[in-house]
């Protein structure tokens, strides 16, 4: 079936600027993950959702930043008032259940670059 | 100090050569690690989990040693085609969160 998907694939914007990023996870995967990955850096954890419960935001870097999930399906990445250091790999992950030993599966990421 | 930390080498092999990767973590409650493969400009993919007793996957050898928190990754016999970093990666104890190593850059050349 169909994985992970992501658009845009590539995001060029000026600074100050709005950006929203889209992840589609596999169908019927409850738990959902947003990452991102800067040039020659691990992977760093942003915000997790896992069915109706609130998401766990603990890993947002600034307020700037906002995630939805419609439907316990799509959703959304925001950054608001982008700036030079948001540039970046942003990738989602998606899961079947959340379980620990669970593999995520990752969409293609956003690749993001704010002028 | 990171919480999961690798040598981001690059480890430059010829084909056939045994290679192996360590991590370590800070975070003792840590509950699941595991071994992802992410090639150039490619999304990361799970290579391997590591369980507490050792587990092998073809040329690949996973152990984990608790006591001194860290991880191991054995590539036997590489291939050209192992090219690729390797990230190291934790789950909190909470089950929520994954913590990615910032990875280990293997060559393998011919």
């Known amino acids: 079936g169909a994985g992970v998907s992501q658009s845009p694939s590539n995001k060029v914007t000026e600074k100050g600027k709005d950006v929203e990023l889209r992840c589609d996870p596999i169908?019927?995967?409850?738990?959902l993950y947003w990452y991102r990955q800067s040039l020659g850096q691990g992977l760093e954890f942003l915000i997790y959702f896992q069915g109706n419960s609130a998401p766990d935001k603990s890993g947002l870097p600034s307020d700037r930043f906002s995630a939805e999930r419609t439907g316990g399906s799509v959703s959304t990445l925001t950054i608001q008032r982008t700036q030079q250091e948001d540039s970046a790999v942003y990738l989602c992950?998606?899961?079947?259940?959340?379980?620990?030993?669970?593999?995520?599966?990752f969409g293609p990421g956003t690749r993001l670059l704010v002028l | 100090r990171k919480e999961v930390e690798q040598d981001p080498g690059p480890f430059n092999v010829p084909e056939g050569a045994t290679v192996a990767f360590n991590c370590t973590y800070s975070n003792s409650a840590s509950q699941s690690f595991f071994w992802y493969r992410q090639d150039c400009r490619k999304e990361p993919k799970l290579l391997m989990s590591v369980y507490s007793s050792g587990n092998e996957d073809g040329r690949f050898t996973a152990q984990l040693n608790r006591a001194s928190q860290y991880i191991s990754l054995l590539i036997r016999d590489s291939k050209l085609s192992d090219s690729a970093t390797y990230l190291c990666v934790v789950r909190n104890n909470a089950g929520n969160m994954l913590t990615f190593g910032g990875g280990t850059r293997l060559m393998v050349k011919p």
């Open positions: 169908s019927g995967h409850t738990a």
């Open positions: 992950a998606s899961t079947q259940g959340g379980g620990r030993r669970e593999t995520q599966y």
